[in-house]
């Protein structure tokens, strides 16, 4: 579909450019970011790698005991091949010691658990090395709710959060990501054979269409329908964009004052800056 | 006459008035002294684009110092300089001021404030009522503020005024991915060479650069030829500071080419429009 097919070298030159300006201009010249050995956070690297100098850019890989070996692999292939600092924290201590309270708890609050306990990793590296937390959820993600809050949603910024997967794929290849990490299937490698599209029940590529006439050019779900998408499809993707919609916002407030926080007292965080 | 232009693409800080004066007092004294005999500033150039409730803490009156500082730079060379204005009566604008010799010359009040998709203006600010075309040292100029050309009317009320020149100041936010250039460049690029081809007037269109809250303004300042010729272009996504050399011969020219202003017939257009008034009211 053409609207999804991006100007790679434009769209660089956009995801480099905001990295660069939004981070210095706080007064900050490092970053550092989880690197799962996915393409989301492989390309994140990359982009924060060409913005800021590899050596200004670090990278925790944040595996638990079930995680796949070859994330980890892959993960240390990415910041080889752009030279940034790398560095393994495994997770399992931690999210052991508070399941061993909750021998019971299912997938998804273990999976959660862990997208949190790697924020908080993030977040301490945040202080210890001056450096900013990047973002790795794309706009498919985002969109669907197929992300932690205040887990892997957390961030001070993010880059790719406005492309879809499917330009994901396409800048990951025009800025020369290795081919494994681009070609593997996605995973949020929670457990052992995960994989998203199975988890989502469609794939990625079928959702990017959808979503770029849904959400993009604001196709009515007649049209959506008119257009060929089934309509169980449509019904689904579009529940799934309302029910994970507090994902994306901040949490409400109560109003009682008349200048209450994000409502009536209105800044861009961009203030000063 | 012939004169010399430079398009300052600036990169405002959000909210910072002194900060940004300090800059443009630079690039005044940077452009006199590089020989150019106007320098147009972008759109709020004094303060930033997503001000939001920043609007009555960053706005100036006419007749504040920080203006008055400028105005008395204008003696070696005019400025067009965008900002937030405070009147008497505390509304605040989205206004340009062009000065010449140490004096306001102009001052322009954005009319349409874009309230849609990215933009808030009318939340923040009033809108302006008039366009008017005013006299100047090169001959006869009007300004737009930004949105302000994407209304036809807007364009060509300045242009039956007299005006040989429009000049806009901008604060346009890239997007658009999919084709061979930006999306928003390739539309405005298309804008100001229509207008110019349309009224046989010169285009000086200058835009800001840099981030604000993750929004990229993308540049490409430029000067167009009443042609609608491309004559100097900026870069993109980038601070620049475009020297657009103005040739009075290119207008005269154009003008014998292509009369389309001489034949313009303001008297059916003014029966019609009054007609769809008349019509509308009913």
């Not at chain 1, 692999?73 to 399941?99: K, W």
């Not at chain 1, 790719?160 to 290795?178: C, E, F, N, R, T």
């Not at chain 2, 042609?227 to 475009?242: K, N, T, Y």
Request: hydrophobic fraction near 45%; proline fraction near 3%.
């Amino acid at each position: 579909m053409a609207g999804l097919i991006a100007n790679t070298e434009l769209l660089r030159k956009l995801l480099v450019g905001f990295v660069k300006d939004e981070v210095r201009k706080v007064g900050i010249s490092k970053v550092v970011l989880g690197l799962s050995g996915g393409i989301d956070s492989a390309l994140v690297a990359f982009i924060a790698a060409e913005a800021l100098g590899p050596e200004n850019v670090h990278a925790i890989c944040m595996p638990y005991s079930s995680s796949n070996p070859e994330s980890e692999a892959h993960a240390r292939l990415v910041a080889m091949s752009c030279g940034i600092n790398f560095s393994v924290l495994p997770i399992t201590a931690m999210v052991d010691a508070y399941f061993g309270m909750f021998p019971v708890a299912d997938n998804m609050r273990r999976g959660n658990k862990m997208a949190r306990e790697r924020m908080t990793i993030l977040f301490d590296h945040s202080a210890l090395l001056h450096a900013l937390v990047l973002g790795t959820s794309n706009k498919t993600e985002l969109l669907l709710g197929y992300g932690t809050l205040y887990g892997d949603m957390a961030s001070a910024l993010n880059p790719i959060g406005d492309i879809y997967k499917s330009q994901v794929w396409q800048l990951s290849a025009a800025m020369g990501i290795p081919a494994a990490v681009i070609e593997k299937q996605p995973s949020a490698d929670l457990w052992a054979g995960q994989t998203d599209e199975e988890e989502l029940g469609f794939s990625y590529r079928q959702a990017d269409e959808l979503l770029y006439q849904m959400v993009d050019q604001r196709l009515t779900k007649p049209e959506l329908v008119a257009a060929g998408f089934g309509r169980e499809f449509v019904e689904t993707i579009y529940s799934k964009i309302q029910s994970s919609h507090f994902k994306r916002r901040l949490p409400i407030i109560a109003k009682v004052s008349n200048r209450t926080i994000d409502r009536d007292f209105r800044y861009a965080r961009d203030w000063g800056k | 006459m012939d004169f010399t232009a430079v398009l300052a693409q600036t990169k405002p800080k959000l909210g910072c008035v002194a900060d940004n004066l300090a800059a443009i007092k630079e690039q005044v004294v940077k452009a006199r002294e590089a020989g150019a005999d106007l320098i147009v500033f972008p759109e709020l150039a004094l303060s930033g684009y997503f001000l939001k409730d920043l609007v009555p803490e960053v706005a100036l009156r006419i007749n504040s110092p920080e203006i008055s500082g400028l105005v008395e730079l204008s003696t070696g060379i005019s400025i067009a300089i965008g900002f937030v204005e405070e009147t008497d009566d505390y509304h605040f604008f989205n206004s340009a001021l062009y000065l010449e010799n140490g004096k306001i010359r102009h001052l322009h009040r954005k009319v349409y404030l874009p309230t849609y998709g990215l933009f808030d203006e009318q939340r923040y600010l009033a809108h302006g009522e008039s366009f008017r075309a005013f006299d100047t040292k090169f001959g006869r100029f009007g300004m737009l503020i930004c949105e302000d050309m994407w209304h036809l009317s807007a364009s060509y009320i300045l242009a039956m005024d007299g005006a040989t020149t429009l000049i806009c100041l901008s604060s346009s936010p890239a997007r658009g991915i999919d084709g061979d250039s930006l999306g928003s460049a390739s539309a405005w690029q298309k804008l100001v060479s229509t207008t110019a081809m349309f009224l046989n007037c010169r285009v000086l269109y200058s835009n800001r650069v840099g981030f604000e809250d993750g929004v990229n303004f993308w540049g490409g300042s430029e000067y167009i030829a009443p042609s609608g010729e491309s004559i100097a272009r900026g870069a993109l996504l980038e601070e620049d500071f475009v020297t657009a050399r103005v040739a009075e011969g290119a207008l005269r020219r154009e003008r014998i080419f292509s009369p389309m202003m001489r034949d313009e017939n303001l008297f059916v257009t003014m029966q019609e429009l009054g007609r769809i008034a008349h019509e509308r009211r009913r």
